[in-house]
């Protein structure tokens, strides 16, 4: 198990006012935006540091615009507080779709009614990684496709090199005759603005019409595009793949994924997309002939960069969920990492069970396009069967083939009436469910937001190291706001540690306090220092305690009850200094946390010292402390039993006034046995020893 420890910080000497935002507490969350008005429809994307990008429909000015909220790796708001406008033109902005530009910030479209003759209109806005917003200051953002005849279903994706692609399903009378209305319509974002000017191009029309896009990169700069032709009573489901110049490579109109040719019943819809390396993973939902028992069933199919299907032909398919009764809707596809002997790999995936009500269930389809885990009949693995509706569920991969899943969850109530919470399991692909209650795993879940009347809905969830955040749209308050929550990929939510604060006691020494409010799996901690205020100095931090060699940053290991922690610091010159905090776990994963900064007296140290070296005995290394009153030249050399130099870690190397760790590897010590350890600090100016310190070292291999 991993320890969790996140902050909220009070700081009593620093400078700087970000305060960690991540609660412990499902009923509480992190406030994303709560302005006057309501907020809804969040979108997220990932800002490639353990952070997220959220934008929303926000009614604060009377109409709906479009706002943005970037989250750091510790749940801080990054841009104005309850959002940066993105756009403020007049009428309504809505339906916003997001990606990641690569580098911090986003890529955000909306459906825009500015334009009273064209009905509705699409935009877009570049978001930089500060909030400010590329696509002009007035924050009104550019047209990419301005036109009579609405455009629908946006969708996005970035490209994998700084850009994105926007594609959509449009009805304009410039292209096509009106009985193969919509067509689907592509654009391209890059940092300077629109790339295929404020139209857009065609890049699919066929007999009958072309809605519901769905695109995904395809990894070389290009995307693959999936979209449904035609409707009742026989659509189907194609695929194009387009490079980067908005050009569909595949032979026109593209590859027929699915098709029938008969029946009132069979229609395909709502495709579901994911690229496992160079081919493209595809779902879509399918009308079974019973349509009054067996509903819609989930179908699926992998294709190759050359657009060659590779389970079966275009009227075939691989189908996830059989001919199970009620309908199987809303599905999250993912590759399961798994290759057969050909290279291929099977597919994960989530979604909805619909009979008398809704559940969370997941699929494995294997390699071969055929075996199903759970097999036939019992391949519904239930991820929650919980009373109450469970529906819309997300979903992200984790380490190890795992899938995290969030959900829109009323099982709980008040006065018999059922209120919306967010739900979150995390499941293996054998497949097992691994969060909940030992050893039964049978709690459907944990709660990830759990407001009593809260409403909770539209959950979106953004994967991160070793986890996901989740943002939905909450009630809670007077009006609908928008709130979010980190979840670490073994359920647990992050566990507050308050007061990290750094102090004077007198000149030239910092005093580092901190209390955990309880602990899991921990290890210990590390502090790190640097010295901000000298431009000449080093940029780098460096590591001035440890756990390994100092016995009062052991962490409890895992623990309930509050704990103090403190750590004297010697910098041993004046200036300001930045500090900050690094838990480790027991499993030796890190958290680095949010430094603080502290100013430092003029006034230096007079003395040199030596710690004892820890751990000691040691079996790989230990760990010295040394502190410097100046700049000085240090050697450090181990001795073996009879008198001998046997290795020379530090040989006259320069350093600068202040705390130091001296690293001793037992490699070249040879066998166990006792040595001994000589420091040598000599003036950096006259070349004279001026402070020696001898220790014993025992090494045990």
Known sequence: MIKRLLFVLGILVCSGSAFAQWSSDSTVNTPVCTALGSQQNPQACADNANGIIIVWEDLRNGNFDIYAQKLNSNGVPQWTINGVNICNSLAAQTAPVICTDGGGGAYVAWKDTRTAANGTDIFAQHINSDGSLAYGASGAGVAITKDVGPPDNLTICSDGNGNAFVAWQDSRSSISPSSTRPDIWMNKLTGGGVAWGDQGVGVISQTLQQTSPKIVSDGTGGCFLVWVNGGLPAASIW?????????????????????????????????????????????????????????????????????????????????????????????????????????????????????????????????????????????????????????????????????????????????????????????????????????????WGVAVSNKVGGNADQVQLVSRTNGAIAVWRDGRNATTDIYAQLIFKDGSLPIELSNFSLRSSEVGKVIVDWQTASEKDNAGFEIERRLISDASASNAYEIIGSYQNESTLRGAGSSNVERNYSFIDQPGKGGVYEYRLIDISLDGERITHEPKSIEVGKSILNVHSVGASQPNPFFDKTLIPLTLASDAIVSVEIYDVLGRVVVTPYHNVPMSAGTHQLTVNSTGLGVTGNYSCLVTVTDSRTGEPIYTNRQSLIVNR
């Open 239 to 443: 695929a194009n793949r387009i490079n980067a110049n908005g050009s569909p490579q595949w032979a026109s109109p593209g590859v027929q994924v699915f098709g029938v040719t008969s029946g009132s019943l069979n229609a395909s819809k709502d495709p579901q997309v994911a690229r496992d390396g160079s081919q493209l993973c595809v779902t879509w939902e399918q009308n079974n002939t019973d349509n009054t028992v067996k509903g819609l069933n989930i179908l699926a199919n992998r294709i190759k960069s050359d657009g060659t299907l590779l389970w079966g032909n275009s009227t075939a398919g691989s189908e996830i969920s059989t001919d199970w009764a009620g309908d199987q809707i809303n599905a999250v596809v993912f590759p399961d990492d798994s290759v057969d002997a050909s290279g291929n790999g099977g597919l994960l995936v989530v979604y909805e069970n619909y009979i008398s009500s809704r559940d969370i269930v997941m699929t494995r389809l294997m390699p071969d396009g055929i075996s199903l885990k759970p097999a036939v009949p019992n391949q519904l693995f239930g991820v929650c069967n919980m009373t109450g509706d469970q529906s819309a569920p997300k979903a992200v991969k984790t380490a190890n083939s795992e899938v995290l899943i969030v959900w829109n969850d009323n099982r709980n109530s008040v006065n018999s009436t059922p209120y919306s919470s967010i739900y979150a399991q995390r499941c293996d692909k054998t497949p097992k469910r691994l969060m909940g209650p030992l050893p039964s795993f049978s709690s």
